[in-house]
């Protein structure tokens, strides 16, 4: 058992940056077989076995991530800040794993929705760990949030272009290009009627650019990053001041 201590606060002491590296690539390699599953798979023999294979891929997420929490935790001897999101997280997959299993008043959870949110939910916590990354190099914040913007606009492009976004034929690359920046940009325009020629996925999507692009990719992802990883440096704190046009560095937490 001390050796298993040990071992565990050797790992999580000088090599937690690697365990959290490796949990991002495995949820993202979930997140994009999640997609494909519900957005771009149209033969239902095909859709069963991507299906059990989200399926899996769920609860070894929830495994990895309950065992690197309740470590951590257990390594430091007490829940920090940065130990906040990996209860939260643990705490909604069991959530889900029990609704699955037991059913019950918790029925309504069981629903395969429930469980492509927990997949996404712990890619954005990995993401949110790592996203920063910008750090180790010297960016414009103004040139910055442009290019992130961007970035979100060509990403929506790819889902909107999926063949299980819309409910007839799928959209052009122009017409989806088009929809991801009006939603990003909160415009409103739009090229067919999202409400009857668009699935539960392709509104999700529009609904997720909306929201993101309304907050602004930027002050979204340094929300996450900061309560994810518990606070933001120096570096950090400078830029997002300017990207919020505070004077006071004080302030940008607050803001």
């Not at 239902?44 to 989200?54: F, H, I, K, N, S």
């Not at 959530?95 to 395969?112: M, P, V, W």
Request: charged fraction near 10%.
């Amino acid at each position: 058992m001390d050796s298993f201590f040990s071992f565990l606060k050797f790992i999580f002491r000088y090599h937690n940056k690697v365990v959290d590296q490796v949990l991002f690539y495995i949820s993202l390699i979930c997140t994009i077989t999640m997609v494909l599953h519900v957005g771009y798979i149209t033969d239902p023999e095909l859709a069963r076995y991507t299906e059990t294979t989200v399926v899996f891929m769920y609860y070894g997420l929830f495994l990895f991530e309950a065992i690197r929490t309740f470590s951590s935790i257990l390594v430091a001897r007490r829940i920090n800040v940065s130990h906040y999101s990996g209860v939260v997280v643990t705490a909604y997959f069991l959530l889900i794993t029990l609704a699955r299993f037991t059913g019950g008043f918790l029925e309504n959870f069981a629903k395969d929705e429930w469980l492509y949110l927990g997949i996404f939910i712990m890619f954005i916590s990995e993401l949110s760990r790592s996203s920063l990354f910008f750090d180790n190099f010297y960016f414009n914040p103004t040139i910055l949030f442009v290019v992130s913007f961007l970035g979100l606009i060509v990403l929506g492009s790819f889902l909107l272009m999926l063949p299980r976004t819309t409910i007839e034929a799928p959209l052009s690359f122009v017409d989806a290009f088009f929809m991801a920046t009006s939603a990003v940009c909160i415009t409103g325009l739009t090229v067919t009627d999202i409400s009857t020629n668009f699935s539960v996925f392709g509104q999700s999507v529009i609904m997720a650019l909306i929201q993101i692009g309304g907050l602004g990719i930027m002050t979204f992802t340094g929300f996450f990053g900061y309560f994810f990883s518990g606070g933001f440096s120096f570096k950090n704190q400078l830029m997002f001041g300017e990207i919020l046009g505070e004077d006071k560095l004080n302030s940008v937490i607050s803001t």
